[in-house]
T-cell receptor
Framework: DTEVTQTPKHLVMGMTNKKSLKCEQHMGHRAMYWYKQKAKKPPELMFVYSYEKLSINESVPSRFSPECPNSSLLNLHLHALQPEDSALYLC??????????????FGPGTRLTVL | AQSVTQLDSHVSVSEGTPVLLRCNYSSSYSPSLFWYVQHPNKGLQLLLKYTSAATLVKGINGFEAEFKKSETSFHLTKPSAHMSDAAEYFCVVSDYNNNDMRFGAGTRLTVKP
């Protein structure tokens, strides 16, 4: 299995809702990543988990809360989001320790719309 | 600090003609360089990666890139464009010493029939 899967594909939520994005990989990778991508822009790194521990947090607002329950699974919990948080959220994984020189394998993304 | 510049925001070619997507970088150390492709509403897929081995790197789908240290460039080429190559292409530079990674702004490739 060489895939990174993300659910849901699309999510619409209000500013008072709480929702979660899920990412899964079964390649035995030990690092997982969350990115945010606005339209016509490159992805922006949000968080990196290495061996299930948060290793990089790129000053992301606390309304985004990552969780890595095990080495195959990565969640992003969302609460009190703003309309400007609407974007494509990409998950990625890499084989080793989360060094940013590693090759990353990306999922298809979750398209989030905040009303 | 490192940076990457994709010199063209949009490139348009005819099917069957060569593709050239340009990328310049700056890095204090020996960089790792990547090209990723993103088709509409999809995630990113790795095309190729340079890590200080051979300077000419061959990737998937007939793409290749040449690392030129003297010019600080890592341009992506393909001899003959196919309609399925139409996508957004990102050049990425990363640095082991700083554990930093930078994406270029992206180049949108259009392929005309």
């Amino acid at each position: 299995d060489t895939e990174v899967t993300q659910t849901p594909k699309h999510l619409v939520m209000g500013m008072t809702n709480k929702k979660s994005l899920k990412c899964e990989q079964h390649m035995g990778h030990r690092a997982m990543y969350w990115y945010k991508q606005k339209a016509k822009k490159p992805p922006e790194l949000m968080f990196v988990y290495s061996y299930e521990k948060l290793s990089i947090n790129e000053s992301v607002p606390s309304r985004f809360s990552p969780e890595c329950p095990n080495s195959s699974l990565l969640n992003l919990h969302l609460h009190a989001l703003q309309p400007e948080d609407s974007a494509l959220y990409l998950c990625a994984s890499s084989q080793t320790s989360g060094e940013l020189t590693d090759t990353q394998y990306f999922g298809p993304g979750t398209r989030l719309t905040v009303l | 600090a490192q940076s990457v510049t994709q010199l063209d925001s949009h490139v348009s070619v005819s099917e069957g003609t060569p593709v050239l997507l340009r990328c310049n970088y700056s890095s204090s150390y020996s960089p790792s360089l990547f090209w990723y492709v993103q088709h509409p509403n999809k995630g990113l897929q790795l095309l190729l990666k340079y890590t200080s081995a051979a300077t000419l790197v061959k990737g998937i789908n007939g793409f290749e890139a040449e690392f030129k240290k003297s010019e600080t460039s890592f341009h992506l080429t393909k001899p003959s464009a196919h309609m399925s190559d139409a996508a957004e292409y990102f050049c990425v530079v990363s640095d082991y010493n700083n554990n930093d990674m930078r994406f270029g702004a992206g180049t949108r490739l259009t392929v005309k029939p």
